[in-house]
């Protein structure tokens, strides 16, 4: 099923009304706890509550119940309806027409307006708001996106408009079959205007915000908690169950499970590295594992500042062969994370994986061509390779990154020098191509496979080892107008499989504790997008 | 004693001043920025946060309009990293609660540290001295970051008495093990330091005299033992008050209690510039006034300083 078919079907269970994106709640038989609340924690405190300068992944979750935007996602990962009742395409999904509910409601009760999402959008883009995430508003090519973000033209002049007050037209520059999916980021939830104007910077404090979700902030003190009430003025209220949903700071990460375990929240994640299959077997109610939409990866740097010898393709298959990703996902991570030999993730929606051959090869066979690539390049334990391989400070990436040295160097006689850095210095060395292999991991802005692949274009920001190859500028270039655009990532997969500038190491799971009473968890949503007006508490 | 103190005032005005600089220029100068992430944002993007904050101006006005709104509206400047929020706005919610639990350790560790230590040097190789001793010595060995799961571990998983973390305000249940963990290791070296300076003292001359005149041991150590035998004390109580009350981010991380001791390590990880600049001129004031508290309390206890 290709990406436009699944956005067909979308609109057209759109079309059949709400009735069926609601169908999840309590069933039959289930007896709901008197006190419907949800605990859970943050690992550190969410940055900012103003949903067009979010960037962080913490911060969407407490959004997603703050704000609704245009579209929701549902347990699955598929589209719903959310202030918006349905879309219409046009002009080979350059311009987007929805249509907005007009029982949405904010807070304090005015309705929800097609308005308050062209003000929310102008905001994001404009300069003068500086949002880390105004690149978002770009990426889906809002005509003039570019130019207001480069200062060149005023902010009344994105593609976007309140044809009325229901109806909401975004004109792209570029045909995005996905834009409606982008919908569900709270870069382009609403905003209300008269409140930010009011508050500035302190509109987001509980007493101030105005918002239009299922819940509302209700307190709210910093690095420690914040607490969200149900939204009586929320235009669902009557299927929201949880009233209230308490979200706990707990820096350190074995605090966090002990504190669970002492019965103080109702999920945490993630769990203590390597801890996954113990508390799976002592807990298999609670512990859970379930894909997610990211890729952990090594760079090769395909540019001059590294050892010469990687500009030898031989070289590089020789040293993706060599790692064993089994041991790496079995034995050292050991949390339902899945070996990757493909840079995107094989669960992304509407993709098809193309098969790969190393993938169906034995780990002793792809040792064997290792060794015989190795020597063809003229390096063995005679005439050893020496690497600097660099990474971020970090147990699970010390771990991962000293078994897979130790691989290189048993199996192909690679001597690894290991460095760690903090973060941001870490950001710093690897954008200037100063190592031979480095780190990278990837989550997708969207799900679709082009949110991976694109790091594989030549000009690409993300692209830490600078890999140019034409043929995959070209294909990635034409996905945009295709209407199956796979056959082309299948390709692009080809190339990077022949060429090797990345290696793939694993994909992604989340791993988290969840208290059994809590049901309607979004198992099958791969980006880990939860909403807590899904979810309701059994009795116990 | 009036001018004295004046004139330790004016010297901290350059002092800070320093600090400020100097700071200022080794956050600068530190690989990365508060824009770098795992995502590289584009050109316009960063140029507009710089515009937003300031940071597209020369590095010298920068340090100086920063330091101009301290001096002129006492603003200092908004967090980069919590971007609703402005550096005051941050210390003024955090502050009060490492206050709140830095003053209750420092007051546990004074008067637990003291006493074991007087005990044991009165009492001295006795069983009571031995086991001074080893107290201090074991609460000097276990680290706050060691305890503190431990105490959670004990307290709220297995007895269920108190909560695992949080603060709600400083009541008492949430202040209870942050203050364990903190005032240990300092009540650990307040009775090492105490025991041999009292033991130094009891030595003295002037104690023998005391003693010969058949004074009782109790008046003789308080009277007479305990105020010299505090002065090693007090110049090591002056910059232990400031660091427990400025915070520990071993504190603020394992017990979740929001205080600002967090934003000694976070601020520098996450380059949030005028966080970095707001805690250490909060520490750096804060050093230099206790240090004056405890050259003023030396005075009062040694009538041969004058100043």
């Known amino acids: ?540 | 004693m009036i001018s004295y103190i004046l004139r330790r005032l004016l010297v901290a005005i350059p002092t800070i001043l320093v600090l400020i600089v100097l700071s200022f220029l080794m956050m600068h100068y530190a690989p990365g920025g508060p824009w770098s992430s795992e995502r590289a944002f584009p050109q316009a993007v960063i140029d507009a946060l710089n515009a937003k904050y300031g940071l597209d101006e020369p590095l010298w006005r920068q340090i100086a309009s920063y330091t101009w709104n301290i001096v002129a509206h006492f603003d200092f400047g908004p967090s980069l990293y919590y971007k609703d929020r402005s550096v005051s706005d941050l210390i003024a919610q955090g502050f009060p609660v490492t206050l709140t639990y830095g003053f209750w350790s420092f007051a546990v560790a004074v008067a637990v540290g003291g006493s074991l230590g007087i005990a044991a040097a009165v009492w001295h190789n006795s069983w009571l001295d031995y086991l001074a001793v080893g107290i201090s010595i074991g609460a000097q060995v276990l680290p706050n970051f060691v305890m503190a799961p431990i105490l959670v571990l004990v307290f709220t998983l297995w007895l269920g008495w108190l909560p695992g973390g949080g603060w709600q305000g400083g009541a008492f249940p949430y202040v209870v093990m942050p203050v364990i963990a903190l005032s240990t290791s300092f009540m650990a070296s307040i009775a090492r330091i105490t025991r041999s300076s009292m033991l130094e003292v009891l030595n003295a001359g002037f104690i023998r005299t005391a003693r010969a005149k058949g004074l009782p041991m109790r008046r003789i150590v308080l009277r007479h033992a305990l105020k010299p035998a505090l002065l090693p004390v007090i110049s090591y109580l002056g910059p232990a008050f400031v660091g427990m009350i400025t915070g520990s981010v071993v504190i603020d991380i394992y017990f979740s209690t929001g205080g600002i001791g967090q934003y000694f390590v976070n601020s520098a990880l996450n380059r949030d510039y005028f966080v970095i600049m707001g805690v250490t001129i909060l520490t750096g004031a804060l050093t230099v006034l206790f240090n004056l508290v405890v050259d003023i309390l030396y005075a009062w206890i040694d009538p041969k300083i004058r100043y």
Not at chain 1, 10 to 36: H, I, K, M, N, W
Not at chain 1, 148 to 171: C, F, N, Y
Not at chain 1, 282 to 307: G, I, K
């Open chain 1, 1 to 540: 099923m290709t990406l436009n078919t699944v956005l067909r079907l979308t609109a057209a269970t759109l079309v059949l009304g709400p009735g069926l994106a609601f169908a999840a709640g309590p069933q039959e038989g289930e007896t709901l706890a008197e006190s419907q609340t949800f605990t859970y924690r943050l690992l550190d405190e969410v940055p900012t509550l103003d949903p067009q300068l979010n960037e962080d992944v913490s911060g969407s979750n407490v959004q997603r119940d703050l704000f609704e935007g245009l579209m929701n996602q549902d347990a699955e990962g598929n589209l719903v309806p959310g202030v918006a009742t349905g879309y219409t395409t046009a002009d080979g999904n350059r311009t987007y027409v929805f249509t907005l509910r007009d029982d949405a409601k904010w807070s304090n009760g005015d309705p929800v307006t097609a308005g308050d999402f062209v003000y929310a959008w102008r905001r994001a883009i404009d300069p003068a708001t500086a949002s880390p995430y105004a690149w978002f508003v770009e990426m889906t090519t809002m005509a003039n996106a570019s130019k207001i973000l480069a200062g060149e033209l005023p902010p009344e002049e994105l593609g976007v408009e309140a044809v009325d007050d229901q109806t909401l037209k975004v004109t792209l520059e570029e045909s995005i079959p996905y834009f409606a999916a982008m919908t569900t980021t709270s870069t382009l939830f609403p905003a209300h205007r008269a409140t930010i104007e009011e508050f500035g910077s302190e509109w987001t404090r509980p007493g101030n915000m105005v918002s239009n979700g299922a819940y509302v902030l209700s307190e709210h003190v910093p690095n420690e908690y914040h607490t969200r009430t149900k939204n009586p003025e929320y235009w669902d209220a009557e299927n929201v169950h949880i009233t209230e949903v308490t979200g706990l700071v707990i820096n350190d990460v074995n605090q966090a499970l002990t504190r669970y375990l002492a019965g103080e929240l109702d999920m945490i994640e993630p769990l203590p590295a390597g801890q996954f299959p113990e508390l799976k077997e002592r807990y298999p109610d609670q512990a859970t594992s379930v894909p997610r939409l990211c890729t952990y990866y090594y760079s090769f740097n395909m540019t001059d500042s590294a050892n010469p010898a990687l500009q030898d393709v031989r070289v590089r298959r020789a040293m993706s062969y060599a790692i064993d990703r089994d041991v790496i996902v079995n034995a050292v991570l050991k949390g339902g994370q899945s070996p990757a030999y493909i840079f995107t993730p094989p669960f992304t929606a509407s993709f098809e994986p193309p098969a790969t051959a190393y993938e169906d090869m034995t780990q002793k066979e792809r040792d064997a061509e290792a060794v015989r690539l190795m020597e063809e390049a003229g390096y063995g334990k005679d005439s050893p390779l020496t690497l600097r391989l660099i990474y971020n400070t970090s147990e699970n990436h010390q771990k991962i990154a000293t078994v897979m040295a130790q691989m290189w160097k048993q199996k192909l006689g690679v001597s690894v020098e290991m460095q760690n850095f903090e973060w941001k210095t870490f950001l710093e060395i690897r954008k200037n191509q100063e190592f031979d292999v480095a780190r990278g991991a990837w989550c997708g802005d969207y799900n679709e496979a082009s949110t991976f692949l694109q790091l594989m274009v030549s000009d690409n920001s993300q692209n830490d080892g600078r890999f140019a190859n034409d043929e995959v500028d070209a294909l990635m270039l034409e996905t945009k107008t295709m209407d199956d655009p796979n056959p082309n990532y299948a390709q692009v997969e080809a190339i990077l499989e022949q060429e090797v500038p990345v290696i793939p190491v694993y994909h992604y799971a989340n791993v988290f504790m969840l208290n059994p009473a809590i049901k309607g968890w979004p198992y099958g949503n791969v980006e880990n997008n939860w909403y807590s007006k899904d979810f309701y508490k059994l009795a116990e």
